[in-house]
């Protein structure tokens, strides 16, 4: 359809609404999604999106599940969890990754009556693996004695500023977005928004070239995904933004 945010009035949200009378039965068990989507491209929603979207799974039975494998643990900059700026209290949230600082590691976490409902075998060949618990424990220890979440919302704050004005420098840049966690989506023109994957490519190895290591997503393969560490400063964020600058003036727009 095309439509575009404010002007659309949130039809996103209702089009959940339309699939599930025409998709399902009618009754649901549950509704997962990604607070900010990762290897999507760091699609931030609407700030009314999941609000709407709650209303509307409970509406039909089921459940709201957060899946934080990627904003989780502070991602996103001054929460645990990126479903907290959206206001929403999901009934299960998963987690994985980074809560670990890199030691193997899945998490759910769900309401006492949710978690009490469940019957039969609970059998895992890794699960409860003490070794792992330790690292999640020291690394969730380790976050908030560092004040870490804070960190990474005042210096992703900080990168958000310098991106905005690398994207004045380079026109190949068409969108910034993304909290604490960063993205920039590479276009062929601004305005017609068309999708720039080749030139997202060699700039990312270019970065890579040059001794900055950045990810890559999203529908079309046009966006760099940045996602530094939450201890990352703005002394980093000052070492990286030249590469990324040297970078884009290395591949031709």
């Given at each position: 359809?095309?439509?575009?945010y404010?002007?659309?009035?949130?039809a996103?949200?209702?089009?959940?609404?339309?699939?599930?009378?025409?998709?399902?039965?009618g009754?649901?068990?549950a509704?997962?999604?990604?607070?900010?989507?990762?290897?999507?491209?760091?699609?931030?929603?609407?700030?009314?999106?999941?609000?709407?979207?709650?209303?509307?799974?409970?509406?039909?039975?089921?459940?709201?599940?957060?899946?934080?494998?990627?904003?989780g643990?502070?991602?996103?900059?001054?929460?645990?969890?990126?479903?907290?700026?959206?206001?929403?209290l999901?009934?299960?949230?998963t987690?994985a990754?980074?809560?670990?600082?890199g030691?193997?590691?899945?998490?759910?976490?769900?309401?006492?009556?949710?978690?009490?409902?469940?019957?039969?075998?609970?059998?895992a060949?890794?699960g409860?693996?003490?070794?792992?618990?330790?690292?999640?424990?020291?690394?969730?220890?380790?976050?908030?004695?560092?004040?870490?979440?804070?960190n990474?919302?005042?210096?992703?704050?900080?990168?958000?500023?310098k991106?905005e004005?690398?994207?004045?420098?380079?026109?190949?840049?068409?969108?910034?977005r993304?909290t604490?966690?960063?993205?920039?989506?590479?276009?062929?023109?601004?305005?017609?928004?068309?999708?720039?994957?080749?030139?997202?490519?060699?700039?990312?190895?270019?970065?890579?070239?040059n001794?900055?290591?950045?990810?890559?997503?999203?529908?079309?393969?046009?966006?760099l995904?940045?996602?530094?560490?939450?201890n990352?400063?703005?002394?980093d964020?000052?070492?990286?933004?030249?590469?990324?600058d040297?970078?884009?003036s290395?591949v031709?727009?």
């Amino acid at each position: 359809m095309h439509l575009k945010y404010p002007d659309c009035e949130v039809a996103c949200a209702g089009d959940v609404e339309n699939l599930i009378q025409t998709g399902t039965s009618g009754s649901i068990a549950a509704f997962i999604a990604e607070p900010i989507q990762g290897v999507g491209g760091f699609i931030m929603p609407p700030k009314e999106y999941l609000k709407i979207v709650f209303k509307i799974v409970r509406q039909y039975g089921g459940l709201f599940i957060s899946d934080e494998v990627q904003t989780g643990c502070g991602r996103t900059g001054g929460r645990w969890f990126g479903i907290e700026r959206w206001e929403v209290l999901p009934d299960m949230i998963t987690s994985a990754k980074g809560m670990a600082n890199g030691a193997p590691i899945g998490l759910t976490v769900t309401t006492p009556e949710i978690a009490g409902s469940f019957r039969g075998a609970n059998i895992a060949t890794f699960g409860g693996n003490p070794v792992t618990s330790v690292a999640a424990k020291a690394t969730i220890e380790l976050i908030e004695e560092e004040n870490l979440l804070e960190n990474a919302r005042v210096v992703g704050a900080y990168f958000r500023g310098k991106l905005e004005e690398l994207q004045q420098k380079h026109t190949s840049i068409g969108d910034v977005r993304g909290t604490g966690l960063q993205a920039l989506e590479l276009v062929k023109d601004r305005q017609t928004k068309e999708p720039a994957p080749e030139t997202t490519t060699q700039v990312m190895e270019r970065a890579r070239q040059n001794g900055l290591l950045v990810g890559k997503g999203g529908l079309h393969g046009n966006v760099l995904r940045l996602a530094p560490m939450l201890n990352t400063s703005k002394s980093d964020v000052d070492e990286a933004i030249p590469i990324l600058d040297k970078s884009f003036s290395e591949v031709p727009s």
